[in-house]
């Protein structure tokens, strides 16, 4: 297994994405004269958090965000409480925004701050709480303050390295429903996303920021699981086509998170059991062509070796031919080339293990049919048509399912695939029908693909064919 990703910075602003708004960085924010004597007279800060919040902002204008950390840290239970009370108390965007640039620059520089605010919680018994007052601005419309919170809130939360003084189970279950309900939003809010679309919506590139941070550790991990993400994933890996850069950036950041949950073992092991994921997996490395996709889809697979079924699986889905064609190339980044070479060597030891049968199974329960050799070996036909019984008939069903796929290559080899059984197999005709294999080969007589055409023909003729000893007679339909 591959080092541990390091948590990564998501920079809305660069070819990570294009945001169509007029960008405001953190240091237009910070340079803004805000009138904090207000909040005081107003009573939502005390006399001495106003010197606090003067001695901050003048260290803030001297542009060291060194000074600002050490004051924080020599000061860190007064300065949670003063950021508590001023994003509860004030609304203003312009205070709110000035709140959050600040927290992210210094989270930047110095991730270990966040232990800071949760000391601040769990030494006040939960009385000083600045996690409440962020939930709540995700709330709000403005785009720089929703991309802002997302991203502090998800380092805060996800933070795993801060061990409390003293055990404290309300809190410890307080601060995990937090990190529970910011994982449901961002899913929530992304199930809504249309893959097609890519990065041209500004608030899927900064919830996906605020995910892509969240699964840097692995309570952030579980959390994300826990909130059915995994779904999630697959719907947006399920775009089709990857032809403009926003799309292709889209999957990326996807496919980042798909590794880092990979990681946890927990996480590696529900991806394995997702539905469909190890398949798309392997069907974007046969389709994408950019490099950094590339590298973290075999990462991910790698860390996936191993574990539950995933590596049949990859070999069902046909991963052994995207992998020696990935070989071929050349790569600037030679992690790519590593991960390749563990991948096709890993994998073919269990590729020996593994009969025609286990092989041809596995691919068609990825729902994606390729010309592998069993398909057309006389050989495997007569060895294994027993084997369509096996378990209730599952590959058999999945096997006519596969003539509803929109992949024409899947269509035509699932065709040529019921025939030869119907062929073979004394019951196969009797075998196919609780399915609707017919009625599903007779669409497929007038698609679009000559060759799906042609083996779709070959299968009904098989249909409707009924053997009687030597003879044969035709049902009419």
């Known amino acids: 297994m591959v080092a541990e990703p390091v948590p990564m910075v998501f920079k809305t602003g660069s070819s990570a994405g294009k945001v169509k708004q007029g960008k405001i960085t953190n240091e237009d924010v910070l340079r803004r004269e805000v009138p904090w004597s207000a909040f005081k007279e107003k009573g939502i800060i005390s006399k001495d958090e106003l010197e606090l919040m003067y001695q901050l902002v003048e260290i803030v204008q001297s542009k060291s965000v060194a000074a600002q950390a050490a004051l924080i840290e020599m000061r860190s239970a007064e300065h949670a409480q003063l950021f508590k009370a001023l994003l509860t108390g004030v609304n203003k965007d312009e205070v709110v925004m000035y709140i959050l640039s600040l927290l992210d620059e210094l989270l930047k520089q110095k991730p270990t701050l966040a232990s800071l605010?949760?000391?601040?919680?769990?030494?006040?018994?939960?009385?000083?709480?600045?996690?409440?007052?962020?939930?709540k601005l995700l709330s709000r419309q403005h785009l720089f303050i929703l991309e802002k919170t997302t991203?502090?809130?998800?380092?805060?939360?996800?933070?795993?390295?801060?061990?409390?003084?003293?055990?404290n189970t309300s809190l410890e279950a307080a601060l995990a429903r937090k990190l529970r309900s910011f994982a449901a939003w961002a899913v929530a809010l992304l199930k809504n996303v249309d893959p097609q679309d890519g990065f041209d919506q500004p608030r899927v590139v900064h919830v996906l920021g605020g995910v892509q941070q969240l699964v840097s550790s692995a309570p952030g991990r579980i959390a994300f699981v826990e909130a059915d993400g995994l779904p999630l994933l697959l719907g947006l890996m399920s775009g089709g086509h990857y032809g403009t850069h926003s799309a292709v950036q889209l999957l990326y950041v996807v496919m980042v998170v798909v590794w880092s949950l990979s990681y946890t073992p927990e996480c590696a092991s529900k991806l394995g059991h997702a539905a469909g994921l190890v398949p798309k997996l392997v069907d974007i490395l046969k389709s994408v062509q950019k490099e950094k996709v590339v590298r973290v889809t075999c990462a991910a697979l790698r860390n996936l070796v191993g574990v539950g079924s995933c590596s049949s699986d990859m070999i069902g889905a046909g991963v052994m031919?995207?992998?020696?064609?990935?070989?071929?190339?050349?790569?600037?980044?030679?992690?790519?080339?590593?991960?390749?070479?563990?991948?096709?060597?890993?994998?073919?030891?269990?590729?020996?293990?593994?009969?025609?049968?286990?092989?041809?199974a596995k691919e068609v329960a990825s729902g994606r049919l390729e010309w592998s050799?069993?398909?057309?070996?006389?050989?495997?036909?007569?060895?294994?048509?027993?084997?369509?019984e096996q378990n209730d008939g599952e590959t058999l069903k999945q096997l006519v399912g596969c003539l509803a796929s929109p992949d024409p290559t899947t269509l035509?080899?699932?065709?040529?695939?019921?025939?030869?059984?119907?062929?073979?197999?004394?019951?196969?005709?009797?075998?196919?029908?609780?399915?609707?294999?017919?009625a599903h080969a007779m669409k497929l007589l007038k698609h679009e693909d000559p060759e799906v055409q042609k083996y779709a023909l070959t299968c009904v003729q098989r249909l409707m064919v009924i053997k009687i000893g030597r003879a044969s007679c035709r049902e009419r339909v």
């Open 117 to 135: 605010f949760l000391a601040a919680l769990y030494e006040s018994g939960g009385a000083i709480d600045v996690f409440e007052p962020m939930l």
């Open 321 to 360: 031919k995207a992998l020696l064609h990935l070989q071929q190339r050349k790569w600037a980044d030679e992690d790519v080339k590593e991960d390749v070479d563990y991948l096709v060597e890993a994998l073919e030891g269990s590729l020996k293990s593994m009969s025609s049968w286990d092989v041809y």
């Open 151 to 167: 991203v502090v809130l998800a380092k805060l939360l996800s933070w795993d390295h801060y061990i409390p003084p003293a055990p």
């Open 373 to 388: 050799p069993s398909h057309r070996s006389d050989h495997f036909w007569k060895d294994n048509y027993k084997a369509f």
């Open 412 to 438: 035509a080899v699932a065709c040529h695939d019921v025939g030869e059984l119907i062929k073979v197999h004394p019951e196969g005709r009797r075998l196919v029908a609780p399915y609707q294999a017919k």
